[in-house]
């Protein structure tokens, strides 16, 4: 499956951004959805993770700062940004811990399905 990823744009700092990531097809469990990211020369690194139930894990860079939250129905997890900084410059990527079923009927489980990245790009 290949998550739907949109939200991205320029910003000045101290700004807001809400990117959200979609789960589509048929899923018959969605154990975590995050927010990775990653800036020019830098690895990949995580931002916030939603997993089911309820519980959710940040960064430390950016706690206080974004939220991560969930529509169920929607299998769609959003990311809201807020007093957004120059360092949080980067491509976003969402990634899913999740089961789905295939076009043949079967079911199929991983932790590495990702969307393509939206760039975030915040200005001084």
């Known amino acids: 499956v290949q998550l739907q990823a949109s939200g991205g744009g320029l910003v000045q700092a101290g700004g807001s951004l809400t990117l959200s990531c979609t789960a589509p097809?048929?899923?018959?469990?969605?154990?975590?959805m995050s927010w990775y990211r990653q800036a020019p020369g830098k690895g990949r690194e995580l931002v916030a993770t939603?997993?089911?139930?309820?519980?959710?894990i940040y960064a430390d860079s950016v706690k206080g700062r974004f939220t991560i939250s969930k529509d169920n129905a929607k299998n769609t997890v959003y990311l809201r940004m807020n007093t957004l900084k120059p360092e949080d410059t980067a491509s976003y990527y969402c990634?899913?811990?999740?089961?789905?079923?295939?076009?043949?009927?079967?079911?199929?489980?991983?932790?590495?399905?990702w969307g393509e990245g939206t760039q975030v790009t915040v200005s001084s």
């Open positions: 990634n899913a811990d999740l089961c789905w079923v295939l076009y043949d009927g079967n079911i199929e489980c991983g932790k590495d399905y």
């Open positions: 939603f997993r089911t139930p309820s519980s959710t």
């Open positions: 097809g048929k899923i018959v469990s969605l154990t975590a």
